[in-house]
């Protein structure tokens, strides 16, 4: 576990997510199980953006678990956000985007990465330039430039361009092809569904937020952290005995048990 320096870190958007009880057992609150198709494929990914969980648009293992499990907890903790405004954290191991004001998660959407070929790279970056229906240039004589307002262009209505040291070309946008959202398969942008980057991010961003993008451990090291998993149950308060009268020529023992000898996942576990 990586030691925190800051103790005065930002632990925000902790909550259990609402819940219901039907006949089968417990239920989390969600939108999608009562859709079909696509649609509930859409908003299955959604759900599990929300609850941190990697988005796969399938009901896997750990979707499972937060799905079923009452006592669950999903929470953001930023021990030093880059300012005190609006910016943006893309998760490459959830393929997650996350809105923050300051060190608050304001909320949380599905993306595409890129594929193992073409990867979205890891830095800590900023908002270059905003475009709303931008021409798409086709990536420099690679595939065959598209107009603004054309069905088939790739980056949909909203382009945020990114400024990353040493590497151009990459941003945040919309698409064309909804179905892959939550994979790995653009040629290193973020995509997002049409809906989400031009009501929730795009208006509220602008240009030079900072935008970091990293997996799980790249982010830690940066001091954010990401969280969902099961509720740990509380320790059972201890209860309290009478003491016992204590003749003068037994010998008392003190049991020491200094903070140094508790296990380290026993005070914080990340």
């Not at 993306?111 to 990867?119: H, M, Y």
């Not at 004589?141 to 990114?162: I, Q």
């Amino acid at each position: 576990m990586k030691k925190i320096k800051r103790m005065g870190a930002l632990i925000l958007a902790a909550s259990l997510l609402p819940s219901f009880v039907s006949a089968k057992g417990f239920v989390r609150q969600n939108d999608f199980m009562n859709k079909s198709g696509s649609e509930r494929t859409h908003s299955l990914k959604k759900w599990q953006a929300r609850m941190n969980l990697p988005v796969t648009g399938g009901i896997n293992a750990k979707t499972k678990q937060a799905l079923y499990t009452e006592n669950y907890e999903v929470y953001d903790m930023v021990t030093n956000p880059p300012t005190s405004g609006n910016w943006i954290v893309v998760n490459k191991s959830r393929r997650t985007l996350t809105l923050y004001k300051g060190g608050q998660a304001l909320g949380k959407f599905p993306v595409t990465l890129g594929t193992g070929s073409t990867p979205t790279p890891s830095a800590k970056a900023r908002i270059h330039n905003m475009h709303k229906n931008p021409a798409w240039g086709g990536m420099g004589g690679k595939y065959t430039p598209v107009a603004s307002n054309d069905p088939k262009n790739p980056l949909g209505e909203r382009w945020m361009g990114l400024s990353i040291p040493g590497k151009s070309g990459y941003g945040i946008h919309g698409n064309i092809k909804p179905l892959q959202i939550g994979g790995y398969y653009s040629n290193g942008c973020i995509r997002m569904f049409n809906y989400d980057i031009e009501n929730e991010i795009f208006p509220k961003m602008k240009v030079g937020a900072p935008v970091w993008l990293g997996t799980d451990a790249e982010l830690e090291s940066w001091g954010v952290y990401q969280f969902s998993r099961p509720k740990k149950a509380e320790a059972k308060p201890v209860e309290k005995q009478n003491p016992k009268p204590v003749d003068k020529q037994e010998t008392i023992k003190e049991n020491i048990n200094p903070i140094e000898e508790v296990p380290a996942g026993d005070l914080l576990e990340f």
